[in-house]
């Protein structure tokens, strides 16, 4: 839990405010978002189109459809987060990885994934599919 090289929410983890035309002041938002997309973002607030080929959505406030998973990758490991379960795993490892229920635990203390088979299967396939959907 001491650096930044985990799949824990203190290192992934990082508040985004936007101010500008169009955007409501004082409003605040729970959207998944990723740091590429603040790029679609600026590109679609600027009135030019997101390039085809750029794997990024504009943020839900230029228009954009939140994302209904965040995926991010370091080192060993890996981790896909839908808002409120996080599933990551070390990579190459036989591990079974851990899942967290973040609205339960935002500590990230105890691990679930005895207690939620369901959502454990469902982020490992969208975690799978979003590794051979990059050809990781």
Do not use: Y
Not at 117 to 125: D, F, G, Q, W
């Amino acid at each position: 839990r001491w650096t930044k090289a985990v799949a824990l929410e203190g290192s992934v983890r990082v508040p985004l405010i936007v101010a500008g035309p169009g955007v409501v002041a004082g409003e605040v938002r729970d959207d998944l978002v990723e740091l590429i997309d603040v790029g679609a973002s600026l590109l679609t607030a600027g009135g030019v189109a997101v390039p085809a080929g750029m794997d990024a959505r504009p943020l839900s406030v230029h228009g954009g459809v939140p994302r209904e998973a965040q995926f991010s990758a370091l080192g060993d490991w890996e981790m896909v987060c839908d808002g409120r379960f996080k599933f990551a795993r070390h990579v190459g490892r036989d591990s079974p990885g851990s899942l967290w229920d973040l609205d339960a635990d935002p500590a990230e203390t105890t691990n679930r994934r005895d207690e939620f088979p369901e959502e454990l299967a469902r982020l490992r396939a969208c975690l799978a599919a979003e590794a051979a959907r990059l050809a990781v």
